[in-house]
């Protein structure tokens, strides 16, 4: 399995030991963690939705949404 870096840069997904990428995310001094998917793209857009979401088109994002 590639690591996240050589794939896509992203920022709230990392692979796990089952081979799948987990969305971890703090907030209010807690860490949540959202879930695990196959396919580390989809796991980055989440986590988008998520922070956007909560914090706003301000959140750090994996992806440009500034053209939105």
Known sequence: QPTPSQVL??????LNSHGC??????YNKARYYLCSLKDIQEAAL??????????????????????A
């Open 9 to 14: 840069r992203t920022v709230g997904v990392s």
């Open 21 to 26: 990428w987990q969305i971890m995310f703090k």
């Open 46 to 67: 989440v986590y988008d939705i998520v922070m956007v979401q909560i914090k706003g088109m301000n959140a750090k994002t994996n992806f440009d949404y500034s053209q």
